[in-house]
């Protein structure tokens, strides 16, 4: 297979990586070699220092509309175990590599963002959004529960009961109401979406990545634990970027009154 039809296309450039669901024409919905694809990509970027910023998109008219339902309803008739095995070999470790890689992470939502793809726009730090995009918690739907780390980033970011609303009830939520719930960071025109991820992500890469990495891990403990629990962990976090090159460089520039250039380190 070549790279360019891989499910998952990768591209770096200025320390920002840009992950593309390459299914066009399934909307990009999730199969097993899409899932593996892409949870092998996540930790591939997770991992590397170089890259600084990871951007998370589909191709197409479709961000990603989640379990490809094809593939389901096949596995579903052999009653292959493959099926419910997804949640924790595939879902579970991609949402927590894209909720807590230690750099920050954009979701440019290209198109309709349903189910699993909804979830993993979530677990982005944010979410650009495109005019003619929008999200649907499908999942009661068809009868299931929620997975993709749902339970978590949707009450966090609308609150229990909207969530539960949008959960009992599953709608396309067009992308000025997304905006208004807090599901959405800006709304921006189609043909503008690209061009606006791109400068946010390149303004993200040349940034103070171990900080921004200290606050994803701050927040997100924070959520789960009390204030004592939580001034301890922020203790431990000012410590390490207050050691870091890229703190020393901040006070040197201000002191020589000079923009910063920070090395992520």
Known sequence: MSAEQSPVLLHRADGVATLT???????????VATKEALLSVLREVAADPDVRCVVLTGMGRAFCVGQDLKEHVGLLAQDAEALWRTVAE??????????????????????????A????????????????????L?????????????????PRLV??????????????????????????????????LAGRVDEVARTLAAGPTLAYGAV??????????????SLQIEDELMTRTGTSEDHRAAVDAFLAKERPRFSGR
């Open 117 to 136: 793809g909804a979830a993993f726009a979530f677990a982005a730090d944010l979410r650009y959004v495109a005019s003619s995009a929008g999200f649907n």
């Open 159 to 192: 609150g229990t009961a909207k969530a539960k609303e949008l959960l009992f009830f599953p709608r396309t939520v067009g992308p000025e109401e997304a905006l208004d719930l807090g599901l959405a960071t800006e709304v921006v025109p189609d043909e503008e």
């Open 21 to 31: 669901l390459n299914r066009p024409e399934a909307m990009n919905s999730l199969d």
């Open 216 to 229: 994803r891990q701050a927040l997100a403990f924070s959520a789960g634990h009390g204030l004592t629990d």
């Open 138 to 154: 499908a999942f009661t739907g068809i009868a299931l529960s929620c997975d993709s780390g749902t339970s978590w980033s949707l």
């Open 90 to 115: 595939h879902y579970n470790p991609v949402v927590e590599l894209l909720a807590t890689m230690d750099k920050p992470v954009v979701a440019a939502v290209n198109g309709v963002a349903a189910g």
